[in-house]
């Protein structure tokens, strides 16, 4: 796939990393965010700015959209200055955000409509992941497309992998989801346990991130928890929101999931304290004793 336009729909923790890539891989971007001076620094670095998701559409070939939630997903692709408005026959949609497989698979059939191809590519990795350019993408929708778009893809993923029909990428991230928040309490468990039995943390990961109990989160935000970095990689907002859709998809699947909901209560209880805003690392703050 030759060098296309590229819009690129939010210039958060991540998208900002993202675009980064895009930049060096010389592609030619127009972003645009709620919040322009989110996206200065993107266009000092030679990105165009666009006024509305709309704008930065009608002058793309593609469009990549990673925003917070369904409902600003939902907002970007269907309100009146949004993409779907201003898209063109024989564009692709890109959505990354982490939402529901109803809404990627709605996006999908209203883009046919047009005469456009649609892919759900949620990632996970996380800042790190993305400023390294080494994020694990997953995609559903058509696999035609997903070939089309892979070597734009590998500017800033490594892992990617195509899983199916239209929000297949969406139902592989609640997975990889799940597997998070349960795993999150496990290692905040960890630490504190090494705490209070008198070991060095430093050490004690030394021994188990290597091991069977090796994990990312293991690996990467406990080193952030035994220094008291709580500052997102990953929104604890966004982190509740996943969940909830998580658990959501499992109640219409009649499929109980005790240590998700477990999980759930644990970080919404952390909202609720003020620390949304914060990397899910901050679940550590649940077991501090000192």
């Known amino acids: 796939m030759g060098k296309r336009k ?12 993202i675009v980064k890539h895009l930049l060096k891989a010389d592609y030619e971007v127009t972003v645009f965010t709620r919040t322009k001076e989110k996206a200065e620094a993107l266009v000092g670095l030679g990105a165009s700015w666009a006024e509305t998701a709309g704008k930065a559409t009608a002058n793309a070939d593609i469009v990549l959209t990673m925003v917070g939630y369904p409902s600003d997903v939902e907002e970007v692709y269907y309100s009146e200055n949004g993409i779907l408005q201003n898209a063109r026959e024989g564009m692709i949609f890109i959505d990354m955000t ?7 698979k709605r996006i999908a059939a209203d883009a046919e409509q047009k005469g456009i191809t649609s892919i759900d590519a949620p990632v996970s990795g996380g800042d790190i992941g993305a400023q390294n350019g080494t994020l694990s993408i997953m995609c559903g929708g ?26 297949a990428g969406q139902h592989t991230k609640m997975c990889n989801q799940i597997a998070i928040a349960t795993n999150m309490i496990g290692v905040c468990e960890a630490l504190v346990y090494g705490k209070e039995a008198g070991l060095d943390a430093e050490t004690v990961l030394q021994s188990i991130s290597s091991g069977a109990a090796g994990s990312w989160s293991l690996s990467n935000l406990a080193p952030r928890m035994i220094k008291g970095d709580f ?12 969940m909830n859709i998580a658990l959501a998809e499992a109640e219409q699947m ?14 919404n209880e952390l909202v609720e ?6 990397g899910t690392q901050v679940l550590y703050k649940q077991y501090r004793t000192e």
């Open 6 to 17: 590229i819009a690129f729909i939010g210039t958060g923790v991540m998208g900002s990393s």
């Open 98 to 104: 982490t939402s529901s497989p109803a809404l990627a």
């Open 231 to 242: 500052e997102p990689g990953f929104y604890v907002k966004h982190f509740l929101k996943d």
């Open 254 to 267: 009649k499929l109980p999931l005790p240590g998700l909901q477990l999980a759930k209560e644990m970080y």
């Open 273 to 278: 304290e003020g620390y949304g805003e914060k």
């Open 142 to 167: 058509d696999e035609r497309t997903f070939d089309e778009v892979l070597p734009l893809l590998q500017v800033f993923g490594k892992q990617i992998v195509y899983q199916g029909k239209a929000g």
